[in-house]
């Protein structure tokens, strides 16, 4: 016959079982098979947001021409960064100011359309023939919150970078994070767009937020045994009190009884 100890047993093996993760809840893409081909469909383009850190450098068959629109303001023509590139950051109103050719609104252009951009200015303006412009993206920032090993804002150098490469930053997913259900939060010149993805399938390689953007946010949401544990943390602490006032109540009624 059990005894009421016997009950507890099991009871509290019972709560171990559910706590317990299999592996359904922490493998990454179990549906993929060995040797499997996935056809990349891949339409990412970047395009600059505000805050955004970008190169220009504008050469041409002559490089003394070509040398005022490289450099710095105030910098003389033998300190013009002929052949590199001069880094800008978009401001507040989505605009780089150029040496020579002033204010060009850049916020929500491509690369290329950044590219052209400047090159019609040099020439419509008269200023060079046949220039060469090339534009990059330098590096944008990402954050990751929630359950995983090292949450932060990272800076990521280069035009773009994956879900997964960010992830491996933040050092992982704990192992109480979800990974069916992982919140990517977007903004479009303003619009923000969440989107929900799940890690443990391989339709996430071609999700459209695979790749990230400027200024992207990830979150990992805590699973079931994460929120019961603190929930059982809230539960010990309320009677851990109810414990101390009862105690403090009785030895209160004792001293009373006895005066």
Do not use: W
Not at 47 to 61: A, L, Q
Not at 73 to 95: H, P, R
């Amino acid at each position: 016959m059990y005894t009421k100890n016997n009950y507890l047993l099991l009871a509290l093996i019972g709560v171990l079982l559910a706590s317990c993760a299999s592996r359904k809840d922490i493998a990454y893409f179990q549906d993929l098979s060995s040797f499997e081909t996935m056809v990349d469909t891949d339409t990412f383009v970047p395009r600059f947001k505000v805050g955004d850190k970008m190169g220009i450098s504008i050469t041409s068959e002559d490089p003394i021409a070509s040398a005022p629109f490289n450099m710095v303001a105030g910098a003389s023509l033998g300190e013009a960064a002929i052949g590199g590139q001069m880094t800008y950051s978009v401001d507040l109103d989505g605009n780089i100011v150029l040496p020579v050719l002033g204010v060009l609104e850049v916020k929500g252009l491509s690369l290329t359309e950044v590219k052209e951009a400047i090159r019609n200015k040099l020439i419509g303006d008269g200023h060079l023939k046949d220039p060469n412009v090339h534009v990059s993206l330098k590096s944008f920032v990402v954050t990751v919150l929630g359950q995983v090993n090292s949450p932060g804002t990272f800076e990521i150098e280069g035009q773009r970078t994956t879900i997964l490469q960010v992830l491996g930053l933040a050092g992982d997913l704990t192992i109480t994070g979800r990974r069916d259900n992982v919140l990517v939060m977007r903004d479009f010149n303003g619009t923000k767009v969440s989107t929900r993805i799940d890690l443990t399938k391989k339709e996430v390689l071609n999700s459209p937020v695979y790749y990230l953007t400027q200024n992207d946010v990830i979150y990992v949401e805590p699973n079931g045994s994460e929120v019961n544990a603190s929930k059982a943390d809230s539960r010990s602490l309320v009677f851990s009190v109810a414990s101390i006032l009862l105690s403090l109540t009785t030895t209160a009624l004792v001293i009373i009884t006895r005066n």
